[in-house]
């Protein structure tokens, strides 16, 4: 339910571009609710040639916090006035606080996110080999998780060798158990084997961090597509975890596929909900935020009532 607005609502938001179809204000609405507190969550639409001037007009009307997505997360990080340890270190912003001097104070959560339904599975990652599918933004975040979990060999599957070598470079000083793998991406040829398939059999966890399978209005073929051949997903052990950053559709057909081969099938809508329970922490002051009610608006935004089977 939407906070009733008074001249008192204080505001908060995420900045993207396209950005509304955002689950965050539905998350954050129903958690801000459920503490009593009188601020409204918005999704603000900012293109990039006007982020430096959103970001001064909202610290201007007092705005508690913000959230920041695609494609801004690396332009805010030059716009803020300190950056956290981690942010400075990804070079990716996903939440803005204010900072007490004026301007904003840039942290990351995602990778909290990420590791929160990781670490809650209990189990012990230290010294394990992990894949990781893609070399985008979110795949520096992942690869920072990892390297919190104690994974002992990082491999880094991308299909760009430029973009995967800059990644490396960039990330070397701080992952050095991160490692290169070629990756040509098979999915029209599902016969072809691929240099992926070892990587995969020996993996502890697998984590897919492209759009591969991700639902599209565009596209109506895009929910079934799967970023592993039929070959490739023959090779995943089946006490592997695959850990896909997706969660539109549930689940997505890597997931389906890993878990019909028995492994533990985790999507990306915890790690939505966790990232911005760990913003919403820093904005509020409030350790306790409810994460349920947070993870209950988003999944009543993905599935609203009637659209079910
Ligand atoms: N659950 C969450 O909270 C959360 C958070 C962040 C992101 N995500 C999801 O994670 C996904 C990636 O986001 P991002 O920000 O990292 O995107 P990004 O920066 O655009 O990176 C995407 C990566 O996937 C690769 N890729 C794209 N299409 C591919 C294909 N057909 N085959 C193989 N590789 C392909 C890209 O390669 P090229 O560079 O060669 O194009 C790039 O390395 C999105 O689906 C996003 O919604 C979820």
Redesign the pocket.
């Known amino acids: 339910m939407t906070p009733s607005i008074s001249g008192h609502t204080a505001l908060a938001g995420v900045l993207g571009n396209p950005v509304h179809h955002s689950l965050s204000p539905a998350m954050h609405n129903a958690a801000l609710e459920e503490l009593g507190l009188d601020w409204v969550y918005l999704a603000l639409p900012a293109a990039a040639d006007q982020l430096e001037a959103v970001l001064r007009g909202l610290e201007a009307v007092d705005c508690r916090g913000l959230n920041v997505t ?1 494609p801004h ?1 690396q332009a805010v990080a030059g716009l803020c006035r300190t950056l956290s340890p981690l942010a400075e270190r990804l070079g990716a912003v996903n939440t803005l606080v204010r900072h007490p001097q004026g301007g904003w104070r840039g942290d990351n959560t ?1 990778v909290a ?2 590791l929160a339904p990781l670490r809650a599975g209990g189990r012990d990652w230290q010294g394990k080999r992990a894949v990781v ?7 520096r ?1 992942v690869v920072a998780a990892l390297v919190e979990l104690g994974c002992g060999s990082i491999e880094l599957a ?3 060798a430029a ?1 995967q070598e800059a990644l490396l470079a960039s990330c070397r000083c701080w992952a050095p158990q991160l490692e290169a793998l070629t ?1 040509q ?1 098979q ?1 029209t040829q599902p016969c072809q084997s691929t240099g992926l398939e070892s990587a995969l059999a020996e993996a502890s966890l697998v984590v897919n ?4 399978g ?1 639902a599209s209005a565009s596209d109506p073929g895009a929910a079934s597509r799967c ?1 592993l051949s039929p070959v490739e997903l023959e090779a995943l052990p089946p006490q592997s975890c695959v850990y896909d ?3 539109t559709p549930r689940p997505t057909a890597l997931l389906a596929a890993a878990a019909a081969r028995g492994c533990e099938a985790l999507d ?2 915890e ?2 909900v966790q ?1 911005g329970a760990a913003a919403l922490r820093q904005w509020s002051g409030i350790d306790a935020v409810p994460v349920a009610a947070m993870r209950a608006a988003a999944l009543a935004q993905l599935s609203p009532p009637g659209t079910g089977p």
Do not use: E, H
């Open positions: 695609l997360k995602d996110g990420f599918l893609g070399c985008g933004g979110s795949a975040a991308g299909r760009n973009k990756w991406p999915t961090t492209t759009p591969v991700m970023p950053l997706i969660y990306g809508l790690m939505l990232q």
